[in-house]
Every structure is written in structure tokens, then in C-alpha cells.
């Protein structure tokens, strides 16, 4: 089974018309049933998206910045377990804001419809900045004291 990606962009969200999301998807959707013959199963779709290091690097024309060093691993313990159970919890969290975006996937946005992608939007931007950083190295408590 093959399943296509695409991002396309950029635009400063400020300027995005209430509803941005829908002409977009139903977009692809015509685009996708006229070269495949079926209607498409799902689409996961937003405005919510960054590039990553290595696509950043070709539209700005430049070499990728090289990856920062590996963090070291955090010694075994309760914080090291409250992490992991938190980055889950994020995952699932996510993964339920993918069903329930994907609700408006037929139509066009109504008040309400908009008023629930902009709530989606937002969460989904949260995610991004917690899972960033719970990625970030955790210093000892000694050391923050001292810091």
C-alpha cells in the first residue's frame, strides 16, 4: 500500500482565512480520486506542519545545519519513567485530535466547523512544544540549583 505526503507552504498563519483548511483537502481529494479512480480513505492534513532541518536546507538553498550531539541518557528512575509516560500520553492525545480533525473532512467549514480547526490548530501546536521539550536533556537537580 502506498500512501502520499506533501507539504506546501509558507505562509504566515496570521493571514489564513477562517476555514483555510477545507479548499485545501478537498482539493486533494479531487485530485487523488481523479488519479486513482477511488475516493481517498483519509486525509491528515493542517496548516500546523514545520519543514524539517534537511527540507529547510533546500528552500533556503543552503547545506542542513549539522545535528546537535545525542543527549546523554538519563540514569533510570521516576523521572526518566514520568517522561516516557507523558510523551505516550502525548501520542495519544495526538493521535485523538487526528479522528477528530478528520470530522470536517466533507463539506465546507461552517462558524462552529472553523471555531473547531482553529481549537485543533492550537492543540496540536502545544503537542509540538511539549514533546520538543521533553526531548530537551534534563540537567540534574543539583546542577539547576547551582545554575
Request: glycine share 8%; with cysteine; proline share 8%.
Amino acid at each position: 500500500m502506498k500512501t502520499w505526503s506533501c507539504k506546501i507552504g509558507e505562509v504566515d498563519g496570521r493571514y489564513l482565512p477562517d476555514g483555510a483548511d477545507q479548499p485545501m483537502r478537498q482539493a486533494v481529494a479531487a485530485a487523488y480520486k481523479a488519479l486513482t479512480g477511488e475516493d481517498n480513505v483519509f486525509i491528515f492534513s493542517g496548516w500546523g506542519t514545520e519543514l524539517t532541518e534537511e527540507e529547510r536546507a533546500v528552500v533556503e538553498d543552503r547545506d542542513p545545519r549539522p545535528a546537535p550531539p545525542p543527549a546523554a541518557p538519563e540514569k533510570p528512575g521516576v523521572a526518566a519513567a514520568a517522561r516516557e509516560d507523558v510523551q505516550s500520553a502525548l501520542r495519544c492525545v495526538r493521535m485523538a485530535l487526528g479522528v477528530y480533525a478528520m470530522r470536517d473532512v466533507g463539506g465546507m467549514c461552517s462558524g462552529p466547523q472553523r471555531e473547531h480547526n482553529r481549537h485543533v490548530d492550537e492543540i496540536s501546536r502545544q503537542i509540538d512544544r511539549l514533546e520538543a521539550a521533553l526531548k530537551q536533556p534534563q540537567q540534574p537537580a543539583q546542577e539547576k540549583e547551582r545554575g
